[in-house]
C-alpha cells in the first residue's frame, strides 16, 4: 500500500504563486510513476502534471505548461507542484496520484484509471 498525503494549497491571488507538496510512504518513491491531477465540482478529474520514476522526464497539460512545474526528491520521498502565474481556472481540488508499473514502460497515460494510489486532495483557490 501508499498512502499519499498532500499539503500546501491555500488561497492566492490571480498571478501568485504556491507550491504543493505530496509525501509519499509505503513504498521507495523512486519506484513510482507520480502525477498530479485536479477537479472542479461538477466535472471531472484531469491531469495537471507527471513524472518519470527519477524526475528525468515529464509530462504537462497544455493548460499549465510554462506556468506549473513538477519535481520529486526520492531521497526524501516526496513530489512537488509549483505553480506560477496562477489562473482563476486554476482553482480546484489538486491531487496527488501514484501508479506501480514497471520501470522503463511507457508511463506517459493522462488517464486516471492508471493509477493506483490517491491522495484525500488539497484544496488551491485562485481570487481574481
Known amino acids: 500500500q501508499v498512502q499519499l498525503v498532500e499539503s500546501g494549497g491555500g488561497l492566492v491571488q490571480a498571478g501568485g504563486s504556491l507550491r504543493l507538496s505530496c509525501a509519499a510512504s509505503?513504498?521507495?518513491?523512486?519506484?513510482?510513476?507520480m502525477g498530479w491531477f485536479r477537479q472542479t465540482q461538477g466535472m471531472v478529474r484531469v491531469v495537471v502534471a507527471a513524472s518519470s520514476w527519477s524526475g528525468s522526464s515529464t509530462y504537462y497539460a497544455d493548460s499549465v505548461k510554462g506556468r506549473f512545474t513538477i519535481s520529486r526528491d526520492n531521497a526524501k520521498n516526496t513530489v512537488y507542484l509549483q505553480m506560477n502565474s496562477l489562473k482563476p481556472e486554476d482553482t480546484a481540488v489538486y491531487y496527488c496520484?501514484?501508479?506501480?508499473?514497471?520501470?522503463?514502460?511507457?508511463?506517459?497515460?493522462?488517464?486516471?484509471?492508471?493509477?493506483?494510489?490517491w491522495g484525500q486532495g488539497t484544496q488551491v483557490t485562485v481570487s481574481s
Open positions: 509505503g513504498r521507495t518513491l523512486s519506484s513510482l510513476v
Open positions: 496520484t501514484a501508479r506501480i508499473i514497471p520501470i522503463g514502460s511507457m508511463w506517459k497515460d493522462p488517464r486516471t484509471t492508471v493509477y493506483n494510489y
